[in-house]
């Protein structure tokens, strides 16, 4: 006859507090999303611009690898009032 072996997990005896001040750090930090480097697709939320090696896995592609997050960022693109050299004319009211 078989026996049934139950699985018994030592909760870490400070978690919620930890929960609590992980969330009170993550809402300090702006967010930025990490695309697949093969075919764009949503991969991740970050924070922060640290160097951080993870590894990830698109699940369009099937990319699997190492990466550094911080090697992964874009900057926003700037409103300017010219696009390429050429002056936005603007109509007055």
Same mark, same amino acid.
């Given at each position: 006859? @078989?026996?049934? #072996?139950?699985? @018994?997990?030592?909760? &870490?005896?400070?978690?919620?507090?930890?929960?609590?001040?992980?969330?009170?750090?993550?809402?300090?930090?702006?967010?930025?999303? =990490?695309?697949?480097?093969?075919? $764009?697709?949503?991969?991740?939320?970050? $924070?922060?611009?640290?160097? #951080?090696?993870?590894? #990830?896995?698109?699940?369009?592609?099937?990319?699997?690898?190492?990466?550094?997050?911080?090697?992964?960022?874009?900057?926003? %693109? %700037?409103?300017?009032?010219?696009?390429?050299?050429?002056? =936005? &004319?603007?109509?007055?009211?």
């Amino acid at each position: 006859m @078989q026996e049934i #072996v139950e699985r @018994q997990s030592n909760p &870490i005896p400070d978690l919620e507090q930890r929960l609590e001040q992980s969330r009170r750090f993550a809402k300090t930090q702006q967010l930025r999303t =990490i695309r697949c480097p093969k075919c $764009g697709f949503f991969m991740l939320e970050i $924070g922060g611009y640290d160097h #951080v090696a993870m590894h #990830v896995k698109c699940r369009k592609c099937k990319f699997s690898d190492y990466i550094d997050t911080a090697l992964f960022r874009t900057m926003r %693109k %700037k409103r300017h009032d010219s696009y390429r050299g050429i002056p =936005i &004319i603007r109509r007055k009211r």
